[in-house]
């Protein structure tokens, strides 16, 4: 069992409101991402960190910003959320990325977002 | 582009049978490939994983094949349970690590 863990796990909210997913984990990863999932479908990363004071845009473009100032916690934070931004959240994390290593990453339960 | 892509997004096997769930990958250079289990409300979880000088890795119930000639990866399960219902994934490590669509798993009773 992975301990990384993301809150709300369910947050239903209105258009043009600033929102911040939360994410911590205890292992001790330097590698943390944030993918979009919508149900049952490829996972998208949006963003990942490699350590404290890193963070990297993934592959989808995505109005949402992260910050990483402690090793254990990698928040979401959207501006202004809209209807399209309803998805779901996945936060993960690894160690650090070595081309002699594994690179499984644990992921988090996932928060459900639905923007009104 | 580099894609990973899954077979069939959806699969149906009758309680006990074996189960395969196939996955195509397009980078050569791609070392490392992991296979993903997420059941439904659940962020995906690790099953196994498999290095490019491999060509067969055995869990628990569980076996993964690379063919690194025709570029494709498959997750065998061995008499499928009805716990094992869930969305696979499959991901691929080149310069990055890109997951494919998914195959969501059926077990029939």
């Known amino acids: 069992e992975a301990d990384i863990y993301q809150t709300p796990r369910y947050l239903v909210i209105g258009t043009g409101k600033k929102i911040t997913l939360e994410c911590s984990q205890t292992?001790?990863?330097?590698?943390m991402y944030w993918y979009q999932q919508d149900p049952g479908m490829e996972l998208h990363l949006i963003h990942y960190?490699?350590?404290?004071?890193?963070?990297e845009k993934g592959d989808l473009s995505s109005e949402s910003t992260v910050s990483r100032i402690r090793t254990e916690h990698f928040p979401l934070t959207l501006e202004s959320a809209r209807p399209s931004h309803t998805s779901q959240y996945l936060c993960?994390?690894?160690?650090?990325?070595?081309?002699?290593?594994?690179?499984?990453?644990?992921f988090g339960p996932g928060t459900r977002l639905t923007v009104l | 582009g580099e894609s990973v892509g899954l077979h069939l997004p959806t699969l149906s096997v009758q309680e006990g049978d074996n189960s395969i769930i196939n996955c195509a990958y397009s980078?050569?250079?791609?070392?490392?490939f992991i296979w993903y289990k997420q059941e439904s409300g659940k962020g995906p979880q690790f099953i196994i994983d498999i290095r490019s000088n491999m060509d067969k890795r055995q869990g628990q119930r569980v076996t993964v094949l690379l063919n690194k000639t025709v570029k494709h990866l498959s997750l065998q399960i061995a008499a499928t349970q009805p716990g094992d219902s869930a969305v696979y994934f499959c991901?691929?490590?080149?310069?990055?690590?890109?997951f494919g669509k998914g195959t969501r798993l059926h077990i029939l009773p």
């Open positions: 980078n050569s250079a791609s070392d490392y």
């Open positions: 960190s490699y350590g404290v004071n890193s963070t």
């Open positions: 991901a691929e490590r080149g310069d990055k690590i890109i």
């Open positions: 993960a994390s690894s160690v650090l990325w070595s081309r002699l290593a594994s690179d499984t990453q644990y």
């Open positions: 292992m001790g990863h330097d590698k």
